[in-house]
């Protein structure tokens, strides 16, 4: 089993700056990609960032400029930096790893922008 343990999700006012980290344990095989997803209110959980083993970013359009994602193979981490951060970046944001042997999710971590 694979365990996803984010964290550095919370509370910050409009142009503000968070930093979320994510680390994969236990049994890891082959990691494709690893990335972010967040769920807003009432929405559909959306792939916010990820980052393959190549090195290789994707971001949703809304996000472009202003996060950040990074990764850390050897340790198995990926990390999203947030800043200029807007009310509409309100959500519970996950973790994501997609390796061979299959689909995993964190459990997390909420993250509200707001004055």
């Known amino acids: 089993q694979v365990q996803l343990v984010e964290s550095g999700g919370g509370l910050v006012q409009p142009g503000g700056s968070l930093r979320l980290s994510c680390a994969a344990s236990?049994?890891?095989?082959?990691?494709?990609?690893m990335g972010w997803y967040r769920q807003a209110a009432g929405s559909q959980r959306e792939l916010v960032a990820a980052i393959d083993t190549g090195g290789r970013r994707n971001y949703v359009d809304s996000v472009k400029g202003r996060f950040s994602i990074s990764r850390d193979n050897a340790k198995n981490t990926v990390s999203l930096q947030m800043n200029s951060l807007k009310p509409e970046d309100t959500g519970v944001y996950y973790c994501?790893?997609?390796?061979?042997?299959?689909?995993?999710w964190g459990q997390g971590t909420q993250v509200t922008v707001s004055s």
């Open positions: 994501n790893l997609r390796s061979v042997k299959g689909n995993y």
């Open positions: 236990g049994n890891i095989f082959v990691i494709n990609a």
